[in-house]
């Protein structure tokens, strides 16, 4: 886990100083920006990801005023830091992600997704369907996939929980003997169909997202456990936009409630039923889970 963690901010730190070293292309916002660029972490293939995000852009552009862009991110991570450093203004974020990037660089919560008629979720555990894991206990010494460092339901929730239920500091080492960064939750999935991981750890349930492709996957892949409740992922906007247009893109993503073709594309996306309100107050449980790393001082490094 000290290994996972050291790299992580050595990610964030190398991501943050390259983005310092490259002038933002919408320029300063002010109280009428030029162009708002809107940042997105694939779930699925980058390439229909970017089909799917353009009609969301080109809606957004034509009800603020403005030039709206979609841009598809590498990382969590790098979306962290574009929105630090003002390259990026409208961020879709997770739980964790938002919060390191409201804890960096002041990034405000706007709204979160609405799933089910729920604002929370979970993160589960799926294994191969013919593995002999059954349970939690039986994951000790596998190799573990996660979507991304910076995932809330990938990688901070069910590491707390593994930390906390077998009183672990180094999960890495300590409890599982690999742990490989997929780059997605649909690439940790698939990592564990083709038996390169034992288990991985996603949103619930991201099977669906490879249905189409691995039409046999929740046959192939069975869900093993679970975390508790996780705030919802996140529209989340930099601090350098004024509050007049943080309140028009708000309400103007909560038009879209009532607008079909929007909410289909947001169900695309991201698999949002729904966009509903949100408050920074929420994101605290997600603080308190990060606050187990801290406390082992699993950072010093």
């Not at 799917?52 to 841009?71: C, F």
């Not at 672990?168 to 997929?182: H, K, M, P, R």
């Not at 909410?263 to 889970?289: C, K, L, Q």
Request: hydrophobic content about 40%; charged content about 30%; proline content about 3%.
């Amino acid at each position: 886990m000290k290994k996972v963690i050291a790299l992580l901010f050595a990610a964030l730190l190398a991501i943050g100083l390259t983005a310092c070293g490259t002038s933002s292309d919408s320029g300063s916002i002010g109280e009428d920006p030029e162009k708002i660029i809107m940042g997105f972490v694939p779930s699925q293939d980058s390439d229909e990801i970017a089909d799917t995000v353009k009609p969301l852009a080109d809606k957004l552009s034509e009800e603020l005023g403005v030039e709206v862009e979609g841009q598809l991110m590498t990382s969590y991570s790098a979306l962290v830091e574009a929105m630090g450093s003002n390259q990026v203004q409208i961020g879709f974020l997770p739980a964790f992600g938002y919060v390191l990037a409201n804890e960096k660089h002041g990034v405000e919560v706007i709204l979160k997704s609405e799933r089910f008629g729920s604002g929370t979720y979970r993160a589960q555990y799926v294994v191969h369907a013919d593995s002999n894991i059954e349970s939690l206990e039986d994951m000790k010494g596998k190799t573990w996939a996660i979507p991304d460092l910076t995932s809330t339901s990938g990688f901070l929730f069910p590491a707390a929980q593994i930390m906390d239920k077998f009183n672990v500091e180094d999960v890495q080492s300590g409890f599982f003997s690999n742990t490989i960064e997929a780059g997605g939750h649909d690439n940790a999935l698939i990592s564990v169909y083709e038996g390169d991981a034992d288990v991985a750890t996603t949103f619930d349930d991201a099977r669906s997202t490879i249905e189409e492709d691995y039409p046999d996957v929740k046959d192939k892949l069975k869900v093993i456990e679970y975390t508790s409740d996780i705030p919802n992922d996140t529209i989340s906007v930099t601090k350098d936009l004024s509050d007049e247009w943080k309140k028009k893109i708000k309400e103007t993503f909560l038009s879209f409630n009532d607008d079909k073709e929007m909410i289909e594309v947001m169900n695309e996306v991201y698999s949002w039923d729904a966009i509903i309100e949100a408050e920074d107050s929420e994101y605290d449980v997600v603080r308190n889970t990060y606050e187990k790393f801290k406390d082992t001082n699993l950072l010093d490094n």
